[in-house]
C-alpha cells in the first residue's frame, strides 16, 4: 500500500479499492469497518468451489475531510469484477444506516453545527452489478441500498464517484443513478446493462463489445458529462477525485438535491423527454447526442485533450 502523499497523484482507474478510500479522506484519518482481520467472508462461494476475500471485495470505514466526517464505501474490481453479494451488500448497508444514524444523532445534540461539520457519504464504485453466484442476496441488498440511499435524503449527501477498470454497470448502475452527485473521470463508465452483456443478448451488429471506442463514447465519462448523468467530470488522479469531494463538503447540504437525477416528479418529466429526445432525433452514435447539444464538431470531441473537452463542450439540455 502506498503512503497517502503517494496516493494523491495515483491513477484512480489504476487503484485498488483499499487506496481509493484511503486517498480521499485526510490522511491518518481512515479507519476500516468489518476490514480483512475480521474475516467476513462469503458462505456461498466455498460451496460453489469459488475462492474468496477477506473482505468480501468491498471496504468500509470512516475518515475526516477537513471538520467532515466521510463514511466510505470502495468496491474493488478485481475481486469477482465487484459483484455484490451477501456480505458486500451488508456493509455497503450498514454503512449508509450507520452514516445516517450519525447525521440524526448529531443533529439533536448540535443543532448548531455547521455545514462543514456534517457528514457525508462517498461511494466508489466499481462493479457490474449483483453476483451470480449469489444472486437473490445479491439483488436483495441492492434493494436494500437504494432504500437507504433514499434514507439518507435530506441527512447525509451521497456523492458517486466512478472511475474504475469495471465502472458501475447493472444494480450498480442504479444504485450510482440514486447518489445524489456523481463525479466521473473520462475512463469511468457507466450504465444498466454492461457491453458484453449487450453483445451476447443481441449479437455484434448491435453493439461490438471489443471496440473500446465505441464502448467508452457510449459509457464513459464525456459522454456521461455531456449527457447529464454525472456532475463533475476530472482528470484520473485520486487526488483530483478527491478535492472535487472536498469542494462538495463546504456547499450547503440543501443545494445537494439539484443535482439529483431521479426522486421528484420534475425529474421524471426531465426522463421523459430525454426519452422523446431520443425517438425525435434517432441517435446512430453518442457523437449524434454530442451534435444535438450545440457541439460544431461533435467527433473531433473523442480526440481532443481532456483540458479543451472541458473548456469547449457543451451540456445538453432538456
Not at 481509493?20 to 467476513?40: H, Q, S
Not at 448548531?112 to 445479491?138: C, Q, Y
Not at 416528479?265 to 454530442?290: F, M, N, T
Request: charge should be negative; aromatic fraction near 8%.
Amino acid at each position: 500500500m502506498s503512503n497517502w502523499s503517494d496516493l494523491q497523484n495515483r491513477s484512480f482507474l489504476e487503484a485498488g479499492a483499499r487506496n481509493r478510500a484511503i486517498g480521499i479522506v485526510d490522511e491518518g484519518t481512515f479507519t476500516e469497518l468489518v476490514g480483512p482481520f475480521d474475516r467476513m467472508t462469503s458462505p456461498h462461494l466455498p460451496v460453489l468451489g469459488q475462492a474468496v476475500a477477506f473482505d468480501d471485495g468491498m471496504v468500509t470505514g470512516i475518515g475526516k475531510i477537513g471538520k467532515t466526517p466521510v463514511f466510505v464505501i470502495s468496491e474493488e474490481g478485481r475481486f469477482n469484477g465487484g459483484a455484490v453479494g451477501e456480505v458486500g451488500g451488508a456493509k455497503m448497508v450498514a454503512t449508509v444506516k450507520a452514516a445516517i444514524s450519525f447525521a440524526d444523532e448529531l443533529a439533536e445534540k448540535f443543532p448548531d453545527a455547521t455545514e462543514e461539520e456534517k457528514p457525508i457519504l462517498v461511494i466508489s464504485f466499481e462493479s457490474g452489478g449483483v453476483r451470480l453466484h449469489e444472486a437473490n442476496a445479491g439483488l436483495l441488498y441492492h434493494a436494500e441500498v437504494m432504500q437507504q440511499l433514499q434514507m439518507a435524503r435530506g441527512k447525509v449527501p451521497v456523492i458517486g464517484l466512478i472511475g474504475s477498470r469495471v465502472g458501475a454497470f447493472g444494480g450498480m448502475g442504479f444504485v450510482s443513478a440514486s447518489s445524489d452527485v456523481i463525479v466521473m473521470s473520462e475512463l469511468g463508465r457507466m450504465g444498466l446493462t454492461g457491453p458484453e452483456v449487450i453483445e451476447q443478448e443481441m449479437g455484434k451488429d448491435e453493439f461490438d463489445a471489443s471496440d473500446r471506442a465505441l464502448v467508452f463514447r457510449t459509457t464513459g465519462g464525456r459522454h456521461k458529462y455531456i449527457l447529464g448523468d454525472c456532475n463533475f467530470l476530472v482528470d484520473d488522479e485520486i487526488g483530483l477525485f478527491r478535492g472535487q469531494v472536498i469542494e462538495l463538503c463546504k456547499m450547503p447540504r440543501d443545494q445537494f438535491a439539484s443535482f439529483r437525477r431521479i426522486g421528484t416528479p420534475e425529474l421524471v418529466e426531465k426522463q421523459i423527454r430525454c426519452i422523446g429526445l431520443a425517438q425525435e432525433i434517432h441517435p446512430k452514435d453518442a457523437s449524434d447526442v454530442w451534435a444535438y447539444a450545440g457541439n460544431e464538431d461533435a467527433r473531433g470531441l473523442i480526440r481532443i485533450s481532456f483540458e479543451d473537452f472541458m473548456k469547449t463542450a457543451k451540456r445538453l439540455e432538456i
